[in-house]
């Protein structure tokens, strides 16, 4: 079965320094991978996808996350973050062979950008 | 587009009644499914479709039922509604392996 961990429940970061939020995963094949930002009171929004490929994905609000096979790992970084950036981030896997079931979720992560 | 969109956004039920969360997307995705958010618990896929006529069980089914008559809309529908259930709910629809979300419901049982 397919799992999603997101180690830390909170990430506290200083306006203007790199962000990392941290998601390891676990699936039978090779994963689909994603990752999305909820802004308060509001439904997920998709950030970026990892499918195949460059293992650097860039996506949206200058986000990139970096696929690590061997550490069954995509962890998402930003090179300068914004007070702007804080939200709940969430890292999700899919098993393309396993399509009924679709997508699993990790716990979430808030990241808390100060200024 | 409209894309996802579920109303109501709020709703406050007693323990017992019944209602429908409805949820309809103007992008004719086949793949529908509903989610509950819990706090530090992510998101819990509680039914899905893969096209009109066909539904399945994901992760928490008890107590929800679903059906799929149209591409568009995908209801879900809270049976016998218990404090439990108190959380907020999210339809999404997806294609090419990616998700698009609604704006949620957010549901208190007393």
């Known amino acids: 079965a397919q799992s999603v961990a997101q180690p830390e429940d909170q990430v506290n970061v200083a306006e203007g320094n790199p962000l990392t939020v941290k998601c390891t995963y676990s699936v039978s094949g090779n994963p689909y991978l994603f990752w999305y930002v909820q802004y308060p009171n509001r439904g997920l929004q998709f950030l970026l996808k990892?499918?195949?490929?460059?293992?650097l994905v860039k996506g949206s609000y200058g986000f990139e996350a970096e696929f690590n096979k061997s550490q069954t790992s995509f962890h998402l970084k930003k090179p300068s973050a914004l007070v702007s950036d804080s939200a709940l981030y969430f890292c999700?896997?899919?098993?393309?062979?396993?399509?009924?079931?679709?997508?699993?979720f990790g716990p979430g992560t808030r990241l808390s950008v100060l200024p | 587009n409209a894309g996802v969109t579920q109303t109501p956004k709020f709703q406050v039920l007693k323990t017992g009644q019944s209602m429908t969360l409805q949820c309809a997307q103007d992008?004719?995705?086949?793949?529908m499914s509903w989610y509950r958010q819990d706090p530090g618990m992510g998101l819990r896929l509680i039914h899905y479709?893969?096209?009109?006529?066909?539904?399945d069980q994901g992760e928490v089914p008890n107590g929800y039922n679903v059906s799929r008559s149209t591409t568009e809309d995908f209801p879900l529908r809270l049976l016998s509604a218990a404090p439990s259930q108190t959380s907020v709910y999210f339809c999404?629809?997806?294609?090419?392996?990616?998700?698009?979300f609604g704006p949620g419901t957010r549901l208190t049982v007393t």
């Open positions: 992008m004719n995705h086949e793949y």
């Open positions: 999700a896997v899919r098993d393309p062979n396993n399509y009924g079931q679709n997508f699993v």
């Open positions: 999404a629809s997806a294609k090419g392996g990616e998700q698009y």
């Open positions: 990892y499918i195949t490929g460059d293992n």
């Open positions: 479709s893969v096209g009109a006529g066909i539904t």
